[in-house]
């Protein structure tokens, strides 16, 4: 019997697991560590023991469900996304991405279908970040690349700190037997909604990511001088907003326009001291940077910097620019994205290869393990909102792809019952 | 004997008032009818009852202080200023119009000089607007553009009505005769700080303001898609942030530099949702536009508007445009004017006619009276500032210029002691 995912089951799932943390305006506040998070991770630990999969989590609370394959030494293959969401986040933000995992369980385990190795799904720790920064955090103590410690002195806006937090949360799943953080894994496998609207728009089922965006943060500040708004003539004015807006003028006219991959985003932009009849003395902007390409990143980065001087010197204004946040580019496995992508054709999906503009724990999954990520379409690229919505259609074929990508895998032995 | 200021006593009262609710920094806190404008008023009449003068009052709390002329049946010529200063105000805003006015009164009391007609110093109430709103309500009643009633229930940020406040502020000062608004004026003189750097940098004494420009705030709300900065690529983007700074930036390369009288001014600018890593879906900004003739006012923000639709078009995103604020210009009066020119030319004094760009009381005193300005220069141009400062040179010359232009209007009678 042919392993298939069960879409009833799993759009029901979607639908428990959305209970949890319910918003009014219909999406859910599941923040991390907190007690929704940990309905959340107890109704998923519940449904493990009833169908007989083994529960593990680690010293950060990533959970494990472990189905077993034939040979128990070798390394588990590895899928799943986290089932903690924004504050007014949606229904689909890593709870498709885990439940679809899930789902590739008991599809197998519904139809004895035996592998290789070991399949776990995972539910990453805190990968939005929105109550303790920064995100990802399991993942990065996954890989090593943080430790559990270093977080334990984080406080969350409601006073919270992280360090209890998660002790709580550990103690809630008692069942969960304790294993080393980074036990090692053959390879890993994220479903997730794409968070923009070009599989939508463009009528494609899934995409194949190749690659996550780095990203750089930049804080800008124009300085010139303040002034009366009606007084001073064009002569003796030094104004940062004219300095500000040239200079963004020239960057949002040249960037995205020469470079399909580059991304640049003004998404905070203040003047000070706010007076309508005052020309401003301050005025400050972030810039938000991205490209799959470490060194285009930073030629944009460069770019940026010399435009604002320029503009700044036009003005006789000066301007300090600071970096307030740098994730480097990642590359995913090509072995993966092979093996996604033979299974979309196996399936019949439409599919395209893409480049995710946001990060996920995929990110950091890749630096110890052949990684690739499948996204969906969800709603108007719409996502970080309790509007968030994923077509039934696309769940259902976004956990069919991840089934036959995570078959693809495996060395899968097809046992006749 | 010829009249003539006395710089030492103009600077003294200069002094002795500026300790009237003298900040830390150097500056002035007397906001409109609080205790510290009536102990400025306090001041003003002891003075005045040690001159020998006369003061009035009238039912918006305009001081009036009066040197009796040869011919008590003309209207008196009226010279002055106001009191009242910004929160953080400076030592000279207002009060040099007012105590250099005062100062012609007393030079030619020294001198024994009869004039044909009684000349009045005035203190204009309220010309900041700042703790009750809006400013120059003093001059606005006095001409009949507005009745003290239309502002009793206005409310200051501290809580208190500009009613009780008026009333306390009459009381105050028992021996001010009360007469009607608007008694008959036969010219108005008013001497105040050019709040621009203009006169200080081209090396004058002296502006003989000509005229008033107009002002008209506009309110700009461009609005788009909000969308996640990473996943969504140019042509799926609607972003507001993009049109916005394209508009400013055409109408900051084309408005002011095209035309010298004009000014435009982007005082604040705000985003939302505000996040770094989100494309906004709202951006508003304030526009300050300023000319001195209607005309090119009314032409000014028509460009306004084109330009902002045409730049919301091309990023597919919407644009409206709201008129917060609308003063039109005002000229002064040309005979006024040239007193003014022939009192600077006698005095030696280097001069250039220039446009005001803020408001004053002149503007609306200008509708029933021949009435012009004269400016003094100001460091750097800063003013609504406790750093604001008057060199004492600039400060008695224009006294002096002050005397010399209002001895050129009355009617002068020089008389043998």
Redesign the interface.
Known sequence: MRPEVNGERLLRRLSDFAEIGKTKAGGVNRQALSSEDRAARRLLADLVTARGFNVFQDAIANLFVRREGRDATRPAMLIGSHLDSQPTGGRFDGALGTLAAFEVLEALEDADHETASAIEVVAWTNEEGSRFAPGVMGSMAFVGAAHPDDFRSVVSGDGESFGQELAATLAALPEATMRPLGTPISAYLELHI?????LE?EGLAAGVVTAV?G?R?LAVTFSGSA????????A?RR?P??AA??A??RL??SI??QD?DA?L???????HP???????DH?TF?V?I?HPDALSLAAIEARIRAVCEEAALSQRCSVEISTSFDMPPGSFSKVMTDRIETAARALALPYKHMI????HDALFVSRVAPTAMIFVPCRD?V??NETEYVEPAHAINGARLLLAATLESVCSLLVIV
Request: aromatic share 8%.
């Open positions: 794409e968070q923009g609207p070009s728009r965006q990203t943060w002034g009366h708004a009606g007084t001073t003539s064009l003796y104004d907003m004219v807006t040239s963004l003028n949002q006219m995205m326009p399909d991304r985003t003004v998404g905070r932009f203040s003047t706010g007076s309508i009849n005052a020309i401003p005025v972030t938000d991205r995710s503009g946001a990060f690229g996502s970080h």
